[in-house]
């Protein structure tokens, strides 16, 4: 089944890390790039970071520039996000993304959404 | 406050047709394509629309898109019940160098 698996989601307090992680599977996960869009309880969709399919080149939101980093193996077919010096405005649902390469710029897969919740 | 505009809720009754727009500028949607998506309650999204009017496998031709210079349009024909979702926008912004995103827009079926 071709899906993306979100996990590594929880309760952190203001300052502390977090590192998510989302498995691929069903797909040649190497052929993509993967991007983290998270979504605060009740608000819209806000893309975080992108990495390119061979994993050269990665980029990021100005919100978590310096404090979020991206990366991944394609070895084992998973894409993670470290999470630094978490704020209080960092809370929400965080998906991990798959997105082709050719055509226009679109998410055709999305995980299930793992919770992170950053206490004051 | 959203890099794209669109309105925060529209409404109908089973049976008719809505448009959802979406507003740019010559940054985003004006020189990329445009991708729909639908966000059923306490569920993750699921592309609707991709470059602008492709209709990903599955999805029922009900559902179009449309672009007009830095604007974009979802069209819903027919609508039904379980059509009711929020519904985002999203497209790549040269200028922030980012995927940016609609702040949403919530489809009410009456």
């Known amino acids: 089944e071709v899906q993306l698996v979100e996990s590594g989601g929880g309760l952190v307090q203001r300052g502390g890390s977090l590192r998510l992680s989302c498995a691929a599977s069903?797909?040649?996960?190497?052929?993509?790039?993967m991007h983290w869009v998270r979504q605060a309880p009740g608000k819209g969709l806000v893309w975080v970071a992108r990495?390119?399919?061979?994993?050269?080149?990665?980029s990021y939101a100005d919100s978590v520039r310096g404090r979020f980093t991206i990366s991944r193996d394609n070895a084992k077919d998973t894409v993670e996000l470290q999470m630094n010096s978490l704020r209080v405005d960092d809370t929400a649902v965080y998906y991990c993304?798959?997105?082709?390469?050719?055509?226009?710029?679109?998410?055709?897969?999305w995980g299930q959404g793992t919770m992170v919740t950053v206490s004051s | 406050q959203s890099v794209l505009t669109q309105p925060p809720s529209v409404s109908a009754a089973p049976g008719q047709n809505v448009t959802i727009s979406c507003s740019g500028s010559?940054?985003?949607?004006?020189?990329?394509?445009v991708s729909w998506y639908q966000q059923l309650p306490g569920t993750a999204p699921k592309l609707l629309i991709h470059?602008?009017?492709k209709r990903p496998s599955g999805i029922p031709d009900r559902f179009s898109g449309s672009k007009s210079g830095a604007s974009a349009t979802l069209g819903i024909t027919g609508l039904q019940t379980g059509d009711e979702a929020d519904y985002y926008c999203?497209?790549?912004?040269?200028?922030?160098?980012?995927?940016?995103f609609g702040g949403g827009t919530k489809v009410t079926v009456l």
């Open positions: 993304a798959r997105v082709p390469v050719f055509g226009g710029l679109r998410v055709d897969l």
């Open positions: 069903g797909f040649t996960f190497s052929s993509y790039w």
């Open positions: 990495i390119k399919s061979d994993g050269t080149y990665t």
């Open positions: 010559s940054s985003n949607i004006a020189k990329n394509y």
């Open positions: 470059d602008n009017s």
């Open positions: 999203g497209t790549w912004d040269s200028s922030l160098s980012a995927v940016v």
